[in-house]
C-alpha cells in the first residue's frame, strides 16, 4: 500500500484524468521545465532556486522519492516546482502540450548494465526524438550519467541527432557542468573518483 502523499507540492494525477491546466496550478503562464526522474528532489530545488522563471515538474514513479521530493520542496517553500507520480511516456502524451517544455533534464536514469538488457534504457535517439516535440524552439536537453558506457552512447548518437545543437562543443562531453547542480547521488560516486558524464544540447 502506497504512502499517502498530503503536501501541497504533490499533484494527484492517474492516467484517466484529464490534462492539468499548468497555469492553474502554478498561478501564471511561465514556460515549463520537466525533470524525468527526480529522485529525492535535491536536484530540482536547487535547478528551481536558480531559475525562478521556470515552472518546474518533478516527475518520478516511485512513491518515496515523490514524497521525499516535496518534502524538501515544503521546506524550501519554493513554489515553481510540482510533483507528479507516473511513467514518464505516459504522463508526457498526456499532460505536456507540444512545444511547451523550455528545459528538459534526465540525470541519472537506470543505466542497465547487462548487454542483454541495454534496449530498456530510457534514454535513446527515438526518445530524444520523441521528447523534441514536446520542446519549444531553443529549449534546453540535460542528461547526465555516472555509468560510462550510458554517457559516451549518448554523447555519441546525440552529435547526429537532427534539430538539436550541442552546447559544450567542442565537446561531446564533460565531466563538470558549470552552474548545475550536483544531486547527493551525484556526489555519492564523484566522492568515489568516479565521474560524472554531462551532455547538453539545445532544439534549433
Known amino acids: 500500500m502506497l504512502i499517502p502523499n498530503t503536501s501541497r507540492t504533490f499533484i494527484h494525477w492517474q492516467d484517466s484524468d484529464p490534462p492539468p491546466v499548468w497555469s492553474e496550478i502554478f498561478g501564471n503562464d511561465n514556460s515549463l521545465a520537466l525533470e524525468i526522474g527526480c529522485g529525492v528532489g535535491d536536484f530540482i530545488v536547487q535547478k528551481a532556486v536558480l531559475h525562478p522563471e521556470l515552472n518546474f515538474i518533478a516527475l518520478d514513479f516511485y ?13 524550501s517553500g519554493l513554489t515553481n516546482i510540482r510533483v507528479f507520480r507516473a511513467e514518464a511516456r505516459t504522463f ?11 528545459m528538459t533534464i534526465i540525470n541519472c536514469p537506470d543505466p542497465w548494465p547487462k548487454l542483454r538488457h541495454r534496449k530498456r534504457r ?16 531553443g529549449a534546453d ?13 549518448v554523447a555519441d548518437f546525440m552529435t547526429t541527432q537532427k ?3 550541442n552546447q559544450l562543443a ?28 554531462y551532455v547538453h544540447y539545445r532544439k534549433i
Open 163 to 165: 534539430g538539436f545543437e
Open 170 to 197: 567542442p565537446d561531446a562531453f564533460r565531466h563538470h557542468l558549470e552552474g548545475y547542480p550536483v544531486s547527493k547521488y551525484m556526489r555519492r560516486f564523484l566522492d568515489l573518483g568516479q565521474p560524472i558524464y
Open 92 to 102: 508526457i502524451n498526456a499532460c505536456i502540450p507540444a512545444e511547451s517544455l523550455k
Open 122 to 137: 530510457l534514454v535513446n535517439t527515438d526518445f530524444v526524438e520523441y521528447l523534441s516535440s514536446y520542446m519549444m524552439h
Open 63 to 75: 512513491n518515496k522519492g515523490c514524497i521525499k521530493t516535496c518534502k524538501r520542496i515544503d521546506k
Open 141 to 153: 536537453f540535460y542528461f547526465a550519467t555516472d555509468f560510462v558506457d550510458y554517457g559516451l552512447d
